[in-house]
């Protein structure tokens, strides 16, 4: 599944770069950013650094806290509050879909520096981000498919057990629910393996996308000199990342991954976004926003990102909830999960007046 996923960012890495070559020849390289007060290059360096340890803790913190908080039986995935949490860190990637990447990805490609024909003539973003939804629920597909050939098989069943064993050793036994709990895991049957196997799916899928995204934002902001952008930039990343890791955490907690794949999902996720500020750092005298490479291979990958992110948030994460049994039971519990999505999704939104 990992190799696929690999080889799908390199051919879309490699159709993009061969897209931009051949459409540059017909555009003229765009004026530089015009000079203000707010670009100053030695100013704008000490806030970089501050961005990128800033944003590298909170990534952390979110991304951890579903991770480090299982023993804690209120945020355990089967309890109501991490319904709701959940749901409110979905109403965030949401909104970063479609108040963050997607405006972003229209205005790059509809940039006067980008030649009249073809950027101004064919809605571009939306015709890609329709592509990346469709391809999220082919790879989607495939994947459940793969996994499930794999469990009847019994393949997966070896790792899905020892995954049970460590999540029941490391139970306090304070709660007086590990043998019972054990007990569950082990006779788990054939519809929670098939959910088990979903959440595995998305898990990885979701991190796919948000890692894409990640870089390209980083990247962005580790090129700019404008120290009055940057400033905004790193609260409304800071609060992006936080709970945007919340929900990859609690797509990572429901998917029972060893420790192991944990961190490494954890790692990545964590660092991404100060590897692109680092980037976009030590390209900067190299890099220009506004050139017209620049602006068609970010706003092709931010108009892929987009796709990716609503499809997964829309589909996987909410959708999958609220048609649930367990929301469907409960009318309650339904109005406080979206209450949770309309304050994450409000919540972002509010950020995109900074970002």
């Known amino acids: 599944m990992a190799t696929s996923l690999v080889k799908l960012i390199s051919i879309l890495f490699i159709l993009i770069s061969i897209f931009t070559r051949q459409v540059l020849s017909q555009s003229a390289e765009c004026e ?109 597909s495939f994947a459940t498919s793969i996994y499930r050939k794999k469990c009847n098989s019994g393949v997966v069943n070896p790792e899905v057990e020892r995954d049970q064993e460590m999540a029941v050793t490391v139970q306090p036994p304070s709660f007086g629910h590990g043998h019972a709990h054990g007990h569950h895991l082990q006779s788990k049957d054939g519809t929670e393996a098939s959910q088990l196997m979903r959440y595995r799916v998305i898990a990885m899928v979701l991190e796919l996308g948000i890692i894409v995204h990640s870089v390209v934002i980083g990247l962005s902001m580790g090129a700019s000199n404008n120290t009055c952008s940057i400033k905004g930039l790193i609260a409304a990343l800071c609060f992006h990342q936080m709970f945007e890791g919340m929900g990859l955490g609690g797509c990572i907690l429901q998917a029972e991954y060893k420790w192991m794949k944990k961190l490494i999902m954890v790692f990545f996720f964590s660092v991404t976004t100060p590897f692109g500020i680092a980037l976009g750092i030590a390209l900067s005298n190299t890099y220009k926003e506004n050139s017209p490479s620049a602006l068609i291979t970010v706003g092709l990958l931010n108009a892929s ?25 409960n009318i309650k519990l339904q109005i406080k999960s979206y209450a949770a999505v309309l304050l994450g999704a409000g919540g972002m939104s509010l950020m995109a007046k900074w970002a």
């Open 32 to 140: 530089d950013e015009s000079n203000n007060s707010c670009n100053n290059k030695s100013k704008a360096l000490p806030l970089k650094i501050i961005a990128i340890v800033s944003i590298l803790v909170t990534s952390m913190i979110g991304v951890s806290a579903p991770l480090l908080t299982r023993s804690i039986p209120a945020l355990h995935p089967d309890r109501s509050l991490f319904v709701i949490v959940k749901a409110f860190a979905a109403g965030i990637i949401l909104a970063t879909g479609f108040m963050h990447v997607l405006p972003d990805s229209f205005d790059m490609l509809s940039s006067s520096c980008l030649a009249e024909n073809p950027w101004h003539k064919f809605p571009f973003t939306g015709f890609v981000a329709m592509l990346s939804a469709i391809a999220t629920l082919m790879v989607d």
């Open 305 to 329: 990102s987009a796709g990716l992110l609503i499809y997964m948030a829309l589909v996987d994460l909410l959708s999958a909830d609220f048609m649930g049994p367990k929301l469907q039971a």
